[in-house]
């Protein structure tokens, strides 16, 4: 009966034995292929994005590449999306780290690719939450390529019709001739270019000789410009005399100075003048009427 009890006994201790290794072995390798840890000092970071492309909670956090945490909540913060991510403290981000929502696989699952910068200065936590950029999705890119492929279809047609227009104007035999023209217009226009350095070279040696021929004009006759501006001298010193001079007369004339002052300002000589001339009037008036009559004796 001992035997029994024993053989029993040993049978389900080995057969727990193995249910317990079994479970240890199946929960590490759960927590293997999870890539979780027992590590727990973390730190959160609150990043808003403009869009996340369909990213939730428990999708990945690398930096530079390298899984290093998790987003542990997405939520609104007015028209942004918030987004709250769970990272190891071993990670030290700088004041110029950048935020990406990129893939993070081929076709699905998204994540947030962490910079953590270049600068010595770290980054100051009270100024959260920070500003991400939405890097796309793999679909994304297949859609701008769509709306490019649109674009070139559209292009296409309009070049082929600008194509059709130009071979229509090409056909018409005054168009050919206006082309022919204006080229043989363009080709004398450039000949005509091709001669100005020598049409310039002429009128600069024109020029030179020009002012040489003045210069020895003025050498030659230097002697007589001299004279002649001695001359001017000495009309201007008379014409400041005889100035001088009127400027006396005008004086005298306006002090009434002299005959010719008194002449001008006094008016008992313009009543007498006035006196005679009504005399001399009226005896010629009476010689025109009566005659001239003379009595000698």
Request: glycine letters at 8%; one cysteine or more; hydrophobic letters at 40%.
């Amino acid at each position: 009966m001992d035997e029994n009890t024993n053989a029993i006994f040993t049978t389900e201790f080995k057969v727990g034995l193995t249910i317990i290794i079994s479970t240890l072995i199946l929960i590490l390798g759960i927590i293997w292929g999870k890539e979780f840890t027992l590590h727990t000092n973390k730190y959160q970071v609150q990043v808003v994005f403009d869009k996340v492309g369909g990213m939730v909670p428990g999708d990945p956090v690398t930096v530079n590449g390298v899984k290093e945490g998790k987003i542990v909540q997405i939520d609104w913060k007015n028209r942004q999306v918030l987004c709250t991510l769970e990272i190891d403290d071993r990670i030290k981000l700088y004041e110029d780290a950048t935020f990406t929502v990129v893939s993070a696989e081929l076709l699905a699952g998204m994540k947030v690719e962490i910079d953590p910068g270049r600068s010595q200065k770290g980054i100051n936590m009270s100024l959260q939450p920070f500003k991400g950029v939405y890097g796309g999705r793999i679909v994304d890119v297949g859609m701008v390529i769509g709306d490019l492929a649109t674009d070139m279809s559209r292009l296409s047609f309009r070049l082929d019709s600008t194509i059709d227009m130009v071979n229509t104007l090409l056909k018409k035999e005054t168009l050919q001739k206006d082309l022919q023209q204006s080229l043989s217009n363009f080709n004398q226009i450039t000949t005509d270019f091709k001669s100005l350095p020598v049409r310039f070279e002429h009128s600069f040696n024109s020029l030179d000789s020009t002012l040489d021929h003045v210069n020895g004009i003025l050498a030659s006759s230097g002697n007589d410009v001299n004279k002649t501006m001695v001359n001017l001298n000495s009309i201007s010193t008379r014409l400041d005399t005889v100035a001088n001079s009127l400027q006396v007369v005008m004086t005298k004339l306006e002090n009434q100075d002299g005959t010719l002052g008194k002449m001008v300002f006094d008016t008992t000589l313009y009543n007498y003048m006035n006196r005679t001339l009504l005399s001399i009037d009226s005896l010629a008036k009476e010689v025109k009427q009566d005659g001239l009559k003379l009595d000698f004796f």
